[in-house]
Nanobody, 122 residues
Framework: QVQLVESGGGSVQAGGSLRLSCVAS????????MGWFRQALGKEREGVAV???????HYADPVKGRFTISKDDAKNILYLHLNSLKPEDSAMYYC????????????????WGQGTQVTVSS
């Protein structure tokens, strides 16, 4: 079993930056694909960024060039650096682990955290 706990969300103005963290505990393996997803109010959840089992990163088009995903395997922490934030980035951000199938950004993941809220004001 794997537990995921996100932190780092908050309220920022457009153009600002945040760093989200996801601490993984339990039976976590370095080969797990992990990623960040978000869900805005009234919208479906969408993939933001994923780092796959061999370290390749995958980004959704709206965040390319602005967000960076990284992983500290020694500490079992997944990060998401959010730069040049826009109001449309406002959402609950979730960490996920253990890819089960489909595409990286819209597929199925077994483990999910509770989320951390990001709010960007104009």
């Amino acid at each position: 079993q794997v537990q995921l706990v996100e932190s780092g969300g908050g309220s920022v103005q457009a153009g600002g930056s945040l760093r989200l963290s996801c601490v993984a505990s339990g039976s976590v393996y370095r080969s797990y694909t992990m990623g960040w997803f978000r869900q805005a109010l009234g919208k479906e959840r969408e993939g933001v960024a994923v780092v796959d089992s061999i370290g390749r990163t995958h980004y959704a088009d709206p965040v390319k060039g602005r967000f960076t995903i990284s992983k500290d395997d020694a500490k079992n922490i997944l990060y998401l650096h959010l730069n040049s934030l826009k109001p449309e980035d406002s959402a609950m951000y979730y960490c996920a682990a253990y890819f089960e199938g489909g595409s990286w950004l819209s597929g199925t993941y077994k483990y999910w955290g509770q989320g951390t809220q990001v709010t960007v004001s104009s």
